[in-house]
């Protein structure tokens, strides 16, 4: 999952942020509505966290701005304890919730759990591969139903691979779903990320194949990946 923030505030984004990676969601930062804009006309996201009182563009014409694009991204607005006002509008603008100043952290990830399982469709989604089975809401990924100990770069690259099974993924690509801006990553780190992949879901009959010079390849099982839905419980 990788989410975009968007805040003003230095300590309030760098505290949001570091949380945010330690959860295993890839972050990336701005800190002005206009940076906010122009990213989000170019680049993928899986939430949009948007403070409404940003430089250079409000966040109101951010979001405004983002739905006239017919974008359907999951927001969670961020606003002053005061500003009813601001939330009303928000909301009738297409934000998907939002939380007042200050709040707690805790409710703060529960709400990005939910926004994310809404994006996915609504709840866990699940990618079967042969043996392999990946949770993409709760980043957990089982193998003969044996839990995997993958890091959450770990879990990015197998998540990448998994959604193009079949079909050669670049080091580039991997770089932009892996990274954060903030963070120069080498090509000879994807590689070491890569082979410890590897070596822990080798076992299971899985391979990721190397193409030189170009990049890699989940390969395929006889039944093709697959993404479902489990339907909803009763209560």
Same mark, same amino acid.
């Given at each position: #999952?990788r989410?975009?923030?968007? +805040?003003?505030?230095?300590?309030?984004?760098?505290g949001?942020?570091?949380?945010l990676?330690q959860? $295993?969601?890839?972050?990336?930062?701005?800190k002005?509505?206009?940076?906010?804009?122009s990213?989000l006309?170019?680049q993928d996201?899986?939430?949009?966290i948007?403070?409404l009182?940003?430089?250079?563009m409000s $966040?109101? +014409?951010?979001?405004?701005?983002?739905?006239?694009?017919?974008?359907h991204?999951?927001?969670?607005?961020?606003?002053?304890a005061d500003?009813i006002e601001?939330?009303?509008?928000?909301?009738?603008?297409g934000a998907?919730?939002?939380?007042?100043?200050?709040?707690?952290?805790? +409710?703060l990830?529960?709400?990005?759990?939910a926004?994310?399982?809404?994006g996915a469709?609504?709840?866990?989604t699940?990618?079967?591969h *042969?043996?392999?089975?990946?949770d993409q809401? *709760?980043r957990i990924?089982?193998i003969?139903?044996? #839990?995997?100990?993958?890091s959450?770069?770990?879990? *990015?690259?197998?998540?990448?691979?998994l959604?193009r099974? $079949?079909r050669?993924?670049?080091?580039e690509?991997?770089v932009?779903?892996?990274?954060?801006?903030s963070?120069?990553?080498?090509?000879?780190?994807? +590689?070491?990320?890569?082979?410890?992949l590897?070596?822990?879901?080798e076992a299971?009959?899985?391979?990721i194949?190397?193409?030189r $010079?170009?990049g890699?390849?989940?390969?395929?099982?006889?039944e093709?990946?697959?993404v479902t839905t489990?339907?909803?419980?009763a209560g």
């Amino acid at each position: #999952m990788r989410i975009l923030l968007a +805040e003003d505030d230095s300590v309030l984004a760098d505290g949001l942020t570091r949380s945010l990676r330690q959860s $295993g969601y890839a972050t990336d930062c701005v800190k002005n509505g206009l940076e906010a804009d122009s990213v989000l006309s170019t680049q993928d996201f899986d939430l949009l966290i948007l403070d409404l009182g940003l430089p250079k563009m409000s $966040g109101l +014409e951010v979001l405004q701005r983002l739905r006239a694009r017919n974008s359907h991204l999951p927001v969670l607005i961020l606003t002053a304890a005061d500003s009813i006002e601001q939330r009303v509008k928000g909301l009738d603008l297409g934000a998907d919730d939002f939380m007042a100043k200050p709040f707690a952290l805790s +409710e703060l990830e529960a709400r990005v759990r939910a926004l994310t399982r809404r994006g996915a469709g609504g709840g866990p989604t699940v990618i079967k591969h *042969g043996p392999l089975t990946y949770d993409q809401v *709760g980043r957990i990924a089982y193998i003969n139903e044996q #839990m995997l100990d993958l890091s959450a770069r770990e879990l *990015g690259l197998l998540e990448v691979l998994l959604q193009r099974s $079949g079909r050669l993924v670049s080091k580039e690509q991997l770089v932009d779903h892996l990274c954060e801006w903030s963070e120069e990553v080498s090509n000879n780190a994807i +590689e070491v990320y890569v082979h410890r992949l590897r070596k822990k879901i080798e076992a299971g009959g899985l391979r990721i194949a190397t193409v030189r $010079g170009l990049g890699y390849c989940l390969e395929k099982f006889p039944e093709s990946a697959t993404v479902t839905t489990p339907p909803p419980t009763a209560g």
